[in-house]
């Protein structure tokens, strides 16, 4: 995976380094499951010099989207939105929307720092206005099952990307994967009722994602299994 992740990290700093003159731009990069621990950093070839220290890249998982266990209990069939939740009608499309357009609008000396949602696991729930985007921030990447999803507001979000990267899984490591995370996070109590809720839920939407993406994908990464970019390690 190193080498994927200094390939694209190189790319994205390269782009913005281009775009420095233009102050009021921002660059926005969708991911389909990027690791949360990869992290933007000026290469140690850059000629770039700093006086001091300011965010230039922020990163906002979808998981804050997520309808909150109160909205889908309100949700005219609150039974199938429980057990469906993950699914593309259990997130907030409208919100993320709205916040991809505020985070493209031109930055100008009144522009202030813009908040994102994140998502508490121990609650289940997202947390507002959690993540912020400084106005210093000069790249942007939303990570996500349905960034590229080609329906309604995501594609309109989509749309409004500079780069689009996907990353691919073998469905048989994904369910592996997805077994483990539903045990760890007390999702389900044992490795058979997360392989249910895998089946019934999580890999039915994947192929919804998969059969449903958007033409405009710049970037295709191979997730691999590599113990040096597992979340343990990156601590």
């Not at 950093?41 to 300011?54: L, M, N, Y």
């Not at 889908?72 to 593309?88: N, V």
């Amino acid at each position: 995976m190193e080498e994927q992740v200094d390939r694209l990290v190189k790319k994205t700093w390269g782009q913005r380094t281009r775009l420095r003159s233009v102050q009021a731009y921002k660059l926005t990069i969708l991911a389909r499951q990027i690791p949360a621990t990869t992290h933007l950093e000026a290469p140690s070839d850059s000629s770039s010099r700093h006086t001091g220290f300011c965010l230039i890249a922020a990163f906002i998982p979808l998981d804050g989207y997520h309808l909150t266990r109160a909205q889908l209990s309100a949700l005219p069939d609150p039974s199938t939105a429980h057990a469906r939740r993950g699914a593309a009608f259990t997130f907030d499309a409208s919100a993320y929307l709205s916040l991809v357009k505020q985070l493209r609008a031109p930055i100008c000396p009144e522009s202030k720092t813009i908040y994102a949602p994140s998502f508490d696991h121990a609650v289940k729930d997202p947390v507002a206005d959690d993540i912020p985007v400084a106005p210093t921030v000069r790249v942007c990447v939303f990570e996500g099952n349905y960034v590229a999803l080609n329906k309604d507001e995501w594609a309109e979000a989509a749309a409004l990307m500079d780069e689009i990267w996907w990353v691919e899984v073998d469905e048989k490591v994904a369910r592996e994967r997805l077994v483990r995370r539903h045990v760890k996070a007390g999702i389900a109590k044992d490795a058979q009722e997360a392989g249910k809720r895998a089946d019934e839920n999580d890999l039915v939407n994947g192929k919804e994602i998969s059969e449903g993406r958007v033409d405009m994908v710049q970037e295709w990464i191979h997730s691999r299994e590599d113990d040096a970019w597992k979340p343990e390690a990156q601590d």
